[in-house]
């Protein structure tokens, strides 16, 4: 199982790198980006991910525009032995630099939807606090998580448009992560899980002259289970600072949130989110939605094409829909981006993503059934 990694003093077990700690099989180790225009005319979003313990290497592809339709590529295949080899079918993900500079192409096939772009990144990497949900004695998700923003450069087709993306006006998020998280197949045996609920909500924001990022996990109640909050100097791509961590990047003490829902759905309408530092001023931000995407475009949820899953040695797939004609309560469309018009009670304005899914009762919004929409 050696890989190309093995050659560097990084190991923290006695096991070659491609050999997880845990002997979960819902490992896994994944890239995902999204890239947005500052006017939200656009959204794409696209992942990659090797679950090692299920032997599959899977990506997606997709994006959304104000015209209407979502277009979505999907790919999965065995993982090679090679961890740095990240090419699914027609779909590939290059670091050209690590932390730095990544490119991802996606070439002719029979979806229509191909795209050249390369990510720079504006900011250095921040830490996000580890991710630990429990089910009864059970992990059943354990996952460190970090963030970059930066910008994309480059060009997507889709089956009825060409979008030149020009890095003064696109923006997106890196999110790396890596732990055990639900993944492909249910696992069977056993006595049966108890149904699981939980609140979700992240949101990485552009300003002027810095990003800010806030994560939520709630229980039912709307205890909290995660929730942090931090803001990192934005730069020009070649002034990021040469260390990977940028020690002018600051926590909050914590952060809180505010969710408004379109009337019968888990949809949010508006949010406010209070960052709260160690010392100063409570720093309100107030987002207002506008482009949404789906999040099944990426496989999360994805009846047929759900991360982790085994598909056969290569299996590409695709699909169309319009994600404002999609049952907003059914379980494969709860989990959604929306691009968002961000301001905050300095005066301030940005742009950036929320992102948000509420499975099972949910006190603070009134949901009282495992999928009931909000009323009124």
Same mark, same amino acid.
């Given at each position: 199982m050696l890989s190309k990694f093995d050659d560097y003093p990084i190991h923290q077990t006695p096991m070659p790198i491609a050999v997880p700690e845990t002997s979960d099989r819902n490992a896994y180790d994944r890239t995902w980006f999204n890239g947005y225009a500052n006017d939200g005319s656009y959204y794409f979003g696209l992942g990659i991910a090797v679950y090692p313990l299920r032997n599959i290497l899977d990506c997606? &592809?997709?994006v959304v525009t104000q015209d209407g339709k979502q277009y979505c590529f999907y790919g999965s295949c065995r993982a090679p032995a090679e961890r740095t080899d990240q090419t699914v079918g027609p779909f590939k993900l290059d670091i050209v630099e690590p932390m730095r500079v990544t490119r991802v192409t996606l070439k002719d096939n029979e979806s229509g939807l191909t795209c050249d772009l390369t990510f720079r990144t504006r900011t250095g990497a921040v830490q996000e606090a580890r991710q630990t949900l429990w089910n009864g004695t059970r992990r059943f998700m354990d996952s460190t998580r970090w963030d970059q923003f930066g @910008?994309? %450069? $480059?060009?997507?087709? @889709? +089956?009825?448009?060409?979008?030149?993306v020009d890095p003064?006006?696109?923006? $997106?998020t890196k999110d790396r992560s890596w732990g055990v998280r639900p993944v492909g197949e249910p696992e069977t045996g056993g006595a049966p899980a108890m149904p699981q609920g939980f609140f979700f909500l992240w949101a990485p924001l &552009?300003?002027?002259d810095h990003a800010t990022n806030a994560i939520f996990f709630d229980d039912s109640k709307g205890g909290a289970l995660c929730r %942090?909050? &931090?803001q990192t100097p934005l730069y020009d791509s070649a002034s990021v600072p040469a260390s990977v961590v940028d020690p002018k990047s600051q926590y909050m003490a914590t952060a809180r949130h505010r969710v408004k829902y379109h009337a019968g759905t888990r949809l949010a309408s508006a949010c406010e989110i209070d960052m709260i530092p160690v010392e100063g001023d409570i720093r309100t931000i107030s987002l207002e939605p506008t482009l949404k995407f789906q999040m099944k475009g990426l496989g999360y949820g994805h009846p047929?094409?759900?991360q982790g899953n085994w598909k056969g040695e290569l299996a590409i797939g695709h699909e169309s829909f319009d +994600?404002?004609?999609?049952? +907003?309560?059914? +379980?494969e469309n709860l989990h959604v981006q929306q691009i968002v018009k961000a301001t905050d009670n300095q005066g301030r304005s940005g742009i950036g993503v929320l992102e948000q899914i509420v499975i099972g009762p949910y006190a603070p919004a009134g949901f009282t059934q495992f999928l009931? $929409?909000?009323k009124g």
């Open positions: 997606a &592809f997709s @910008t994309w %450069e $480059g060009v997507v087709k @889709t +089956p009825e448009r060409e979008i030149k003064k006006v696109c923006r $997106g &552009f300003w002027e %942090e909050g &931090f047929e094409w759900r +994600p404002r004609q999609v049952d +907003p309560l059914a +379980p009931d $929409g909000a």
